[in-house]
């Protein structure tokens, strides 16, 4: 988030992370072994944006320190955020679209992935460690 040292509900919120390497994996996977119609999940397991946070801070080296901001609060900036995009004609980076995503704390379970298909994620620390070698490896600092 650019910098940004902010966290909504004191990072309870649940995600589903999945690294990219991993979801490129899945898919290869289900397109060989999976039975039509059929859907498969490919994330790794649910954490808490606080725990998120704490692991790329200690793999980046940075603080966890965060500023807790009330959701209502947040989503009204996401609303100022999205008013601006209008002008500047970009995306803004916190997009009124990923509000699901934030705030609706939906557990995802890969167990049908993993059963029928071999899919082997990443824990959420192998795949941010890598995400940041890559960041580092194109000149980006992290």
């Not at 059929?38 to 080296?61: M, P």
């Not at 959701?71 to 009124?96: D, I, S, W």
Request: aromatic share 12%; hydrophobic share 40%; charged share 20%.
């Amino acid at each position: 988030m650019h910098n940004w040292r902010v966290q909504v509900h004191r990072g309870r919120h649940l995600i589903f992370p999945c690294y990219v390497g991993d979801a490129a994996s899945g898919i290869e996977l289900a397109l060989r072994h999976g039975r039509a119609g059929e859907i498969y999940n490919i994330s790794g397991e649910s954490i808490s944006h606080r725990e998120a946070n704490r692991i790329i801070s200690q793999l980046s080296g940075r603080s966890s320190w965060r500023i807790n901001v009330p959701a209502g609060l947040m989503l009204q900036f996401v609303k100022l955020l999205e008013l601006l995009a209008h002008f500047t004609n970009r995306e803004p980076f916190y997009p009124e679209n990923l509000k699901p995503y934030v705030f609706n704390d939906w557990p995802v379970d890969s167990g049908k992935a993993r059963r029928d298909l071999g899919f082997e994620p990443l824990t959420f620390a192998e795949g941010a460690q890598r995400t940041l070698n890559w960041y580092k490896a194109i000149g980006y600092r992290v």
